[in-house]
């Protein structure tokens, strides 16, 4: 299927195309390896002369058909599949980062993904500074020679932020640094990062890409738009000699950087996803842009109820007139702001934790990007391992509580969090 149709058949038919007599549906391929009949043949996938499968653990079927369906929908080069959302982070840092780099994020970011790069990869010795998202021009006074990459995400979780993706990709430019953004709140469908000069996107394909919460899992894509053989990155130019000396550049030139990702990366660390969570994926994106269309809907219309209620602070949605970045949101989320929201229960942080005890039709679960609709108090539950300085640095306020709107009738979401805010603040 060519690049030609239009994003919602891209979500429905792109990638996958069967034969005559092939499975209408992608099929799992549920191996390990693969069975081969001349060495010759093998030796070629090895070297990277051919393309196909050998061992389930760099490449399967199922997941390169989740893998190529990722990349026509963000209109990159190609993709890597990873075992859960924060293993793409990990490998799309590691894969440009070693001991003795540096890179600059956004701090307004996913608590996990912080706390990876605060703490984990400094223990690996590479290091991050931390930027404010609202003030781009930080990066200058961040910026070091030995500095790799600038790292946000489109819609900052939980603080709803949206990327000024104009000035980070000038700045990125200006700087010759590759600019990876974190598209899972997004997806493909309400925003493409490449097409506003971003370089890799990731996602927690565990979000909104399964849409269920069924499975786990992860995505690297490469834009195939950022010139590796500047001088910064040796390992993209230099013979590997973990990989019969091969040179990343000099072989695949736009793919260079996912190409590495996959032989060297994924096939060292192992963060592998299972066939069967690809299958699950690749299902879900069928239905993406319908799910995508209808979160954004309720989102709004729920944020717009939360305005007004007596129990309420303050709201943050992108789309919502009175959000400080809802000019950015029209600019680069013009489809819908996602599904995901956050407001300030009266009463503070006791308030937002006993939210919980009263609802009904909405879920307690550490989780977002499901049809079904389910609230979380961050600052006591996924950002509790952060200093409240570090949780109000990355947008977790002790009032904060999180809304991943649902799929479901917006008059029941609302009739059942209206009741339960006014049981918790009574």
């Not at 407001?343 to 937002?352: H, L, M, P, R, S």
Request: overall charge negative; charged content about 20%; proline content about 4%.
């Amino acid at each position: 299927m060519e690049k030609k149709y239009c994003v919602e058949t891209q979500c429905v038919q792109g990638a996958y195309d069967p034969k005559s007599g092939e499975p209408r549906v992608v099929p799992i391929a549920q191996s390990t390896t693969f069975k081969y009949y001349d060495s010759d043949d093998v030796a070629d996938l090895f070297d990277l002369k051919a393309t196909g499968h050998f061992y389930s653990r760099i490449g399967n079927p199922t997941v390169g058909a989740l893998e190529e369906k990722m990349a026509l929908l963000e209109g990159g080069v190609g993709a890597v599949a990873t075992s859960s959302g924060q293993a793409a982070s990990t490998l799309a840092i590691l894969n440009i980062c070693k001991s003795g780099d540096h890179f600059i994020s956004a701090s307004t970011i996913y608590g996990g993904t912080y706390n990876l790069f605060a703490v984990t990869l400094k223990k690996l010795g590479i290091e991050v500074t931390f930027i404010d998202l609202n003030n781009p021009e930080e990066i200058y006074e961040a910026v070091r020679p030995n500095t790799k990459a600038i790292f946000a995400e489109t819609i900052a979780n939980p603080g709803m932020n949206v990327l000024d993706f104009k000035a980070f990709s000038t700045i990125a430019k200006e700087l010759d640094l590759p600019f990876i953004v974190d598209n899972t709140l997004a997806t493909p469908f309400l925003c493409k990062p490449f097409e506003h000069g971003v370089n890799i996107i990731i996602h927690s394909t565990t979000k909104y890409t399964d849409g269920h919460a069924t499975s786990v899992g992860g995505v690297i894509i490469d834009g195939g738009n950022y010139n590796w053989d500047n001088g910064k990155f040796p390992e993209l130019i230099e013979p590997d000699p973990s990989y019969h000396g091969i040179e990343y550049y000099k072989e695949f030139k736009e793919s260079a950087y996912i190409i590495k990702a996959r032989v060297q990366l994924l096939r060292d660390y192992g963060t592998t996803m299972s066939p069967f969570s690809a299958f699950l994926f690749h299902l879900g994106l069928e239905t993406l842009h319908l799910r995508m269309e209808r979160h954004s809907e309720n989102a709004l219309k729920l944020a717009e109820f939360l305005e007004n209620h007596e129990s309420v602070n303050w709201v943050n949605y992108p789309l919502l007139k009175s959000h400080k970045d809802y000019e950015l949101a029209k600019k680069y989320l013009s489809k819908g702001a996602s599904g995901i929201l956050s407001f300030g229960i009266k009463g503070g942080a006791e308030n937002g934790k006993k939210l919980a005890k009263y609802i009904d039709l909405i879920a307690l679960v550490v989780h977002l990007g499901d049809a079904r609709t389910s609230i979380l108090h961050p600052a006591s539950t996924t950002h509790r391992q952060l200093s409240q300085e570090q949780q109000i640095q990355s947008g977790v306020l002790p009032d904060l509580v999180r809304v991943s709107v649902g799929i479901e009738n917006i008059n029941d979401i609302i009739e059942d969090l209206d009741t339960a805010l006014k049981a918790a603040t009574k």
